[in-house]
C-alpha cells in the first residue's frame, strides 16, 4: 500500500535527502493550485484570535509570519500599525505545525508539510491523517494507510486533521472575525459582550 510521504528523510548527518513522493493512490502532487472544492474565504481573522485558536503565542505567530512559515493568506502586515489577516485554513495549518513541533519534527519537514496542507482541497484534508517516525511526515487520506504505517514499524505519532479543523471551528465560533471585504465585525457567540456589538454597530 502506498502512501504520500510529505517532506524529506534525515540521513543522520545533519543533511535531508530528498525523496519524490508516490504518485498513485490517494497521493496529490506537494506543489500544484488548490482544490475547487472550497469556496473562498469571506471572512478573516487578526493575530491574536488566530493566536487563541490556534493555542500559540503571538510571538511565534510574528516569528513564523516574518520567516515564511506561515503567512496570512488575506493580508500581511504593511509597516507598523497594520493587521495582519489570517484565514480559517491558515489557523488550521497554524495548530498542526505547532502539533508538529511539540513532538519534535524539524522545521524543514514542517515547512514542506505546510506546503503539502495549502495544495488540499477541504474534503482533502478534512479526511486526511498526518504521521511522523520523527524524521519524516507522511500524508495517510485511509485508516488502512494508518494501519500499514504502524505495521511497518513507522508512525511515533498521528494528527487526524478533521479533529482539528472541527477543534477550530468550535474555538473561532466564540471569537470575532471580519468580513474580508466590508471589514464589518462579526462577533462571536458571547451574548453579553454588549462592548462587541456597539463596535459592530459603529463599523
Not at 5 to 22: F, K
Not at 72 to 97: E, H, M, N, T, W
Not at 153 to 172: R, S, T, Y
Amino acid at each position: 500500500m502506498r502512501r504520500t510521504e510529505v517532506g524529506v528523510r534525515d540521513t543522520g548527518d545533519g543533511m535531508a535527502a530528498g525523496e519524490t513522493p508516490p504518485r498513485g493512490g490517494s497521493a496529490g502532487p506537494l506543489q500544484g493550485e488548490r482544490s475547487t472544492d472550497e469556496s473562498p474565504e469571506l471572512i478573516g481573522y487578526r493575530g491574536p484570535t488566530a493566536c487563541s485558536a490556534a493555542g500559540i503565542t503571538y510571538r511565534q505567530l510574528d516569528y513564523w509570519a516574518r520567516t515564511g512559515l506561515v503567512e496570512p493568506s488575506i493580508r500581511p502586515a504593511y509597516g507598523s500599525g497594520s493587521q495582519r489577516l489570517y484565514s480559517f485554513r491558515d489557523i488550521v495549518v497554524l495548530k498542526i505545525v505547532k502539533r508538529l513541533l511539540d513532538t519534535g519534527v524539524s522545521l524543514q519537514n514542517i515547512r514542506t508539510a505546510v506546503q503539502h496542507l495549502r495544495t488540499r482541497g477541504r474534503t482533502d484534508l478534512t479526511q486526511m491523517t498526518l504521521m511522523s517516525d520523527g524524521a519524516t511526515v507522511y500524508e495517510c487520506s485511509s485508516p488502512d494507510e494508518v494501519v500499514d504505517l504502524l505495521q511497518g514499524g513507522q508512525g511515533v505519532f498521528g494528527i487526524a486533521v478533521g479533529v482539528v479543523w472541527k477543534d477550530v471551528e468550535g474555538a473561532l465560533a466564540q471569537l470575532h472575525g471580519e468580513h474580508v471585504d466590508t471589514g464589518e465585525t462579526i462577533v462571536g457567540d458571547h451574548p453579553g459582550d454588549e462592548l462587541a456589538r456597539r463596535r459592530n454597530r459603529a463599523g
